[in-house]
């Protein structure tokens, strides 16, 4: 297992980088690199809540927001996988690595730099490594177009 970490500078407002990262309809927008059609499905985006990321034949990893705090963190543990309707876990009885996904926002003084590191195994690596940067890439240009600048920078 290896921990990858991307980063990128976003000349928007937390927030609203926030809203390109999490708003449903951005969500599937900037995860295309990953695979077309990706959607999350949740009761609540709240910190402990259950949330699947899947594809859109409904396969994808089952996971719990396990850190929320809006705006500036979350941290999504994987737990297991959906395959045609069933889900399984990929973790064995004695492993209690906690497998993270995590997404931080740090304002700075004209952009938001976004940090986002995934617990990967290695036939993921790669698809990891080529896919976030593409996705980051994305999530920008949504912040950067679709929620301008108003009122000028604030923390």
Not at 26 to 48: L, M, R
Not at 75 to 92: C, D, I, N, P, R
Request: net charge negative; glycine share 6%.
């Amino acid at each position: 297992m290896k921990t990858l970490k991307f980063t990128i500078e976003i000349f928007a407002q937390p927030e609203k980088v926030w809203k390109a990262l999490w708003d449903k309809q951005h969500y599937t927008q900037w995860t295309k690199p990953f695979t077309e059609g990706c959607y999350y499905e949740t009761e609540a985006f709240t910190e402990g809540s259950k949330i699947n990321f899947l594809s859109p034949n409904g396969d994808g990893m089952i996971s719990k927001i396990a850190v929320l705090q809006p705006g500036e963190y979350v941290a999504f543990e994987h737990l297991g996988m959906v395959y045609q309707g069933k889900e399984s876990s990929f973790k064995t009885a004695d492993d209690t690595h906690q497998y993270l996904e995590t997404y931080r926002l740090t304002a700075n003084e004209n952009a938001t730099t976004l940090t986002v590191e995934v617990d990967t195994l290695e036939p993921w690596e790669e698809r990891m490594n080529t896919s976030f940067p593409k996705a980051l890439q994305i999530v920008k240009e949504i912040s950067e177009k679709y929620f301008a600048w108003r009122d000028g920078f604030k923390e």
